[in-house]
């Protein structure tokens, strides 16, 4: 079966310094990996996605994600914190068949909180 | 472009009562979602649409029903409210290749007492 697993429920640091947000999955086959932001009382926002080819790939607002097939995970990432990106984010997979095992597979979310 | 939009924001059922979740999309995207999240638990997949007609069963189908005459509309309806359907509900599409990124809908918070 999928799934996708967030360790943490919650990451803190400070403005300025480097965050990472990790996320490990379980699919068969060359998964399709996705971040998304949820801001408060908001839907959820693409942040950015692996499909193939370069293992560090580059989002909105400055973030990164590197995907490391051997460890099967997808970590977030950012050089620099600001306050702004405090909110909830997720991890999510694909498994590039169609059909309902295509579906995106969520992972439970960490809640990111960047302190000026 | 409005996007991914839903009605009602905010909703408090009683028990054993019925609505719909109103969704529509102006991106003319052939696939739509709904998802539910509740706390700690991520957002799971109620039902989906692969285009206009066609529709089939996610992880949590249990208690809705939807129906996609159109490509722009993907209502869910509940027949029978439970308390266990408390929960934020998420709407949204995307092109439909499995690569593709999804877009959300401002979601609709539903309470059932």
């Known amino acids: 079966a999928q799934s996708v697993a967030q360790p943490e429920d919650q990451v803190n640091v400070a403005e300025g310094n480097p965050l990472t947000v990790k996320c490990t999955y379980s699919?068969?086959?060359?998964?399709?990996l996705f971040w998304y932001v949820q801001y408060p009382n908001r839907g959820l926002q693409f942040l950015l996605k692996y499909i193939t080819g370069d293992n560090l790939v580059k989002g909105s607002y400055g973030f990164e994600a590197e995907f490391n097939k051997s460890q099967t995970s997808f970590h977030l990432k950012k050089p620099s914190a600001l306050v702004s990106d405090s909110a909830l984010y997720f991890c999510a997979v694909r498994n590039p068949r169609g059909g309902s095992q295509g579906n995106l597979i969520f992972g439970k979310g960490t809640k990111l909180s960047v302190k000026p | 472009n409005a996007g991914v939009t839903q009605t009602p924001k905010f909703r408090i059922l009683k028990i054993g009562q019925s609505m719909t979740l109103q969704c529509t999309q102006d991106m003319n995207h052939n696939y739509m979602y709904w998802y539910r999240q509740d706390p700690g638990m991520g957002l799971k997949l109620i039902y989906y649409s692969v285009g206009a007609g066609i529709t089939d069963k996610g992880e949590v189908p249990n208690g809705y029903n939807v129906s996609r005459s159109t490509t722009e509309d993907f209502p869910l309806r509940l027949e029978l409210a439970a308390p266990s359907q408390t929960s934020v509900y998420f709407c949204?599409?995307?092109?439909?290749?499995?690569?593709?990124?999804?877009?959300f809908g401002p979601g609709t918070r539903l309470t059932v007492l």
């Open positions: 949204a599409s995307s092109v439909g290749a499995p690569y593709n990124e999804q877009f």
């Open positions: 699919v068969s086959g060359n998964p399709y």
